[in-house]
């Protein structure tokens, strides 16, 4: 069938035996744009076995070689930038330039991850015995870090391509095999960037696609007695997840509800261009993005007026016209947001612009004097809608932001760097950025989130090492 595409398993393309297919609705035309195969619990057996050989033998494979063939599918990746982008228009909706953004940070990334691999990965430790009590210089330690076998990676519908290469990358320099299963809306994304490494010439059965309904294959996957390690970014799914699997290393980015709390002090222009850069970027589909704006009723009224002057000047449309503001990924987010929206009118939110809604298309909304009676106030919209909470004091700010079961990030304008600094103290969140938006690059900084926003930390070093285990030899004298 020409019309559904094929997964990826063994180093070929191939068709599911379950006759079945996932349909791709373009989130634009709310219609069926792709198909992907919808593999069985049978194939995920197969693909396991198949990765759990593969890396044996990759584990074998100088650092350098891997290193080698992940720079040359970065190359390939960049090279193959304007399909792929095209995907991420059809699928998720992702403005046409930001699309192009991705794909070509995604190559940068795993250049980046097979540089710092050969240099983290090409050292190890020397430890020698009589520095602890009662020991004689008798015994010498060598470690290293090895591979832990096979990597299960799961990214999110927002960054099909980067938050799977950000996975995949670290995995195979550090001599894992890797099974990725890509988000249904962003899947064929997923597949064309598959292709890229297929070209590079990875070995067979060291990277696999498997597409398929999460209700199908998720548990089966996330449970699968290979697998080694999982690497996830989503939503609340992880949490789940993390309680099922087995005693495996997880590394898990679940979203967040990011405060950026503004002081009297502040640079009200400043704040004002990276709410709505932090805000309304991808339509607010980031776990980075300001998600709740916390600022001092004395400059509130100011600052509100100067967002406002530029929310009128986001473009809204269709993402092929790189339009700021686009299609959200689906009509049930759609319907959720306006969920959202409507409990913040009914319990008094000032509106600063007229609620409109088209389709999966939501217009930028501020909405002024949110309470933390609403739902906005703690619940994450991953939509172009942004409550503004007034305090009148850093402390309620602070409380604010702590209260929350999400601890990703979060970011204080100030121009004191005191004051700022011990804020980001107090914060419990897992990043905190001064004088700028919420934002998880550059990609080898590191990315972790607090409380329900995830366990493990990213970024490209923190990945590999998370990716290995230590083995120690240890040489006893006589
Ligand atoms: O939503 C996923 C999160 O990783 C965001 O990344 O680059 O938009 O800050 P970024």
Redesign the pocket.
């Known amino acids: 069938d020409g019309d559904v595409f094929k997964y990826y398993a063994d180093g070929e393309w191939k068709k599911s035996n379950s006759g079945k297919s996932v349909p791709i609705v373009n989130p634009t035309t709310r219609r069926t744009h792709y198909k992907v195969q919808a593999c069985s619990q049978e194939e995920v057996n197969k693909v396991m076995e198949a990765a759990k050989a593969a890396q044996k033998l990759w584990a074998k494979t100088p650092l350098w070689k891997r290193a080698e063939l992940l720079h040359k599918a970065a190359a390939i990746l960049k090279e193959h930038k304007a399909p792929i982008a095209e995907c991420l228009v059809k699928e998720i909706a992702k403005p046409a330039k930001d699309a192009v953004t991705e794909v070509i940070r995604s190559g940068d990334l795993v250049s980046y991850c097979a540089e710092e691999g050969v240099r983290i990965l090409g050292e190890g430790k020397f430890l020698v015995s009589d520095s602890f009590p009662g020991n004689e210089r008798t015994k010498y330690c060598l470690t290293s870090k090895i591979p832990l076998g096979v990597v299960l990676a799961i990214p ?1 519908f ?2 099909p391509v980067n ?1 799977a290469v950000s996975k995949i990358a670290p995995a195979l320099i550090a001599g894992n095999s890797l099974v990725l299963k890509p988000p249904t809306q962003g899947a064929v994304a997923a597949l064309h960037m598959v292709h890229c490494f297929h070209l590079a010439g990875f070995p067979k059965g060291l990277i696999s696609c498997v597409t398929g309904k999460g209700s199908e294959i998720g548990d089966f996957l996330t449970m699968h007695p290979a697998v080694n390690c999982i690497s996830f ?1 989503g939503g609340d799914t992880g949490i789940s997840i993390s309680k099922k699997a087995g005693m495996i290393p997880l590394q898990m ?1 679940l979203g967040g509800k990011d405060a950026c709390i503004v002081l009297e002090d502040a640079d009200l222009d400043l704040v004002a261009a990276n709410i709505i850069k932090g805000g309304f ?2 339509s607010g589909q ?3 993005a300001v998600k709740v704006v916390l600022v001092m009723e004395s400059v509130a009224d100011s600052l509100v007026e100067k967002v406002k002057a530029k929310v009128v000047k986001l473009t809204v449309g269709p993402p092929e016209e790189n339009c700021d503001i686009t299609p959200v990924v689906s009509e049930s987010s759609a319907n959720f947001i306006e969920g959202l929206v409507m409990d913040a009118k009914q319990k008094g939110a000032t509106f600063c612009q007229e609620y409109r809604r088209e389709g999966n298309l939501i217009w930028p909304l501020l909405l002024d004097n949110v309470r933390p009676d609403m739902r906005i106030a703690w619940e994450e919209p991953f939509g172009p809608v942004l409550p503004v909470i007034r305090i009148g004091s850093v402390e309620e700010g602070i409380h604010h932001c702590n209260a929350s079961n999400f601890g990703l990030q979060g970011c204080v304008f100030t121009k004191d760097i005191n004051k700022a600094m011990l804020i980001s103290d107090a914060m419990e969140t897992g990043t905190v950025q001064i004088n700028s938006a ?4 550059p990609d080898h900084f590191p ?1 972790q989130g607090f409380k329900d926003s995830g366990i493990g930390s990213q970024g490209v070093t923190n990945s590999i090492n998370m990716m290995t285990k230590v083995k120690s030899t240890v040489i006893n004298l006589p």
């Open positions: 999110p927002n960054y938050l970014t980015e970027s991808y980031r776990c980075t919420p934002a998880r690059g990315f």
